[in-house]
């Protein structure tokens, strides 16, 4: 976790080192090309100077071999490899063999896909010969039917065929996974000291925005209830937008009466959307009254919409969800408190300013890609522990960059909430970034 003053891996990434590390790696490039002509080269002449083999010269064209002749020009074979075929009696297009009786066509490389019967071809599936790419090419996918998606999901991640378990979703062991992962820091919170956080008498006070159908809740009940012997000491406070309701006859593991949604303004009727200032002045003011000013132990939020078409700008679609979702954790996790929020890609100043003022708020903050999330997809989840009690401030200033957001016509924009220079000063967080990024896309299977 990147914690303020703490060491860690780093990554070149301010100017002066991008330029160093880009005229470095072109210093060395021609080096490395040149190298691997040298030695190819040089392999070749021994090659022909010993007449001995290995290495295949493709497309030989008119090279003349040992023996005077000239080597077939319509061929991908060497000199050496056409020589010694020669030898063997091989004549162009005749079968090898004493009686000529071999194959005279090189074998076909097999078509069939996995368990998929011998010669069905799905239209679109097949590697294709035509090279130039049509975006139209992405429904080929539509084509397949849905074992075969998720016989490739599983394939490309094993953590897939975990499937959902007893719980109502795939969401719920994301939950699991994260909570897993970082020491159960969420289900089984401690302060710095290593004391737990809830009082004997004390309940787990968590908040799940941005949450339906609730599987994450659901996980969080159950291990509660699990740890304590079957009795669920845990209240979980839900918002999220009405429209998309949260399925509580759906928690299979947990109980759902310890678990309560809320929608913002008008509690129980609004309309549940995080991005509506009311709302969310509604919803923290009702969490930190019922949990007597103190707020939850910790907050989770999964907030996400379809994309479609145009996963390639989620991250600028979501920029909005992004920062809300921050400034309700920053108003009801209590001190010493934690959040958990997915993101997708993080390239753009405003969602690593974001990410830097929770950095700023919090005492560990890092960037984190459960292996039961699905490879291909940019999602992550920033991890922060411990909140620090003095962030009233940077909750004002998101809450009114919001506003902003809301009060703008279309063609304006919020493209930054902290300074992009300020950023790069800040070189341990800003090394991090450029490493999370790296490690996220080039280490996904
Ligand atoms: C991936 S789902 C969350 C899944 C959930 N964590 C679970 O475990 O079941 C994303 C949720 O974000 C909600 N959402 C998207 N935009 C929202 C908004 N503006 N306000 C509130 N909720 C929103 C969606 O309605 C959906 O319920």
């Known amino acids: 976790m990147l914690k303020r003053g703490h060491k860690h891996t780093l990554c070149e990434s301010d100017t002066s080192s991008e330029d160093e590390d880009s005229s470095s790696s072109s210093a060395r490039r021609p080096n490395k090309q040149s190298r691997l002509s040298i030695d190819l080269k040089s392999k070749d002449l021994s090659d022909n100077e010993d007449g001995g083999g290995g290495w ?140 737990t956080l809830i009082g004997p008498e004390d309940l787990l006070y968590f908040a799940d925005v941005c949450a339906a159908p609730g599987g994450f809740s659901e996980y969080v009940l159950w291990r509660r209830k699990t740890d304590s012997g079957g009795f669920c000491d845990a209240k979980g406070f839900g918002f999220t937008l009405r429209e998309n309701d949260f399925k509580l006859h759906d928690f299979f593991a947990a109980p759902a009466e310890f678990f309560e949604p809320h929608y913002g303004i008008n509690g129980q009727e609004g309309d549940g959307d995080v991005f509506k200032p009311s709302n969310i002045t509604n919803f923290v003011k009702f969490v930190r009254t019922t949990t007597k000013g103190k707020g939850v132990h910790f907050m989770m939020a999964d907030g996400g919409f379809s994309v479609e078409g145009q996963e390639n700008i989620q991250e600028i679609l979501s920029k909005q969800l992004y920062l809300c979702q921050c400034i309700v954790a920053l108003g009801i996790v209590r001190t010493d408190g934690h959040f958990v929020c997915k993101l997708f890609d993080v390239f753009t100043t405003f969602s690593v300013g974001l990410v830097y003022l929770m950095y700023r708020c919090f005492k560990y903050v890092c960037l984190h890609k459960p292996n039961t999330s699905r490879p291909a997809n940019s999602e992550r989840y920033i991890i922060c522990k411990w909140k620090r009690d003095d962030v009233d401030n940077v909750y004002r200033y998101l809450f009114e960059m919001n506003e902003r957001l809301i009060g703008l016509s279309s063609s304006m924009d919020v493209t930054e909430l902290v300074p992009l220079e300020h950023l790069r000063a800040e070189k341990e967080f800003f090394d991090y970034i450029c490493t999370s990024n790296d490690e996220i896309y080039v280490t996904s299977p």
């Open 56 to 195: 295949d010269v493709i497309n030989a064209k008119e090279q003349t071999d040992e023996t005077g002749g000239v080597a077939n020009t319509n061929t991908n074979y060497s000199v050496f490899a056409q020589r010694m075929m020669k030898n063997m009696g091989y004549e162009e297009g005749k079968g090898l063999g004493k009686y000529g009786q071999g194959l005279v066509d090189p074998v076909e490389a097999s078509r069939q896909r996995g368990r998929r019967g011998l010669g069905l071809r799905l239209e679109g599936l097949e590697a294709s010969t035509n090279l130039n790419w049509d975006g139209k090419q992405e429904s080929i996918f539509d084509q397949l039917d849905g074992r075969e998606l998720q016989r490739a999901r599983s394939r490309s991640n094993p953590f897939e065929t975990l499937g959902k378990l007893f719980f109502q979703n795939r969401a719920a062991l994301k939950m699991a996974n994260m909570d897993c992962v970082f020491d159960f820091m969420f289900t089984r919170p401690k302060n710095e000291a290593g004391e």
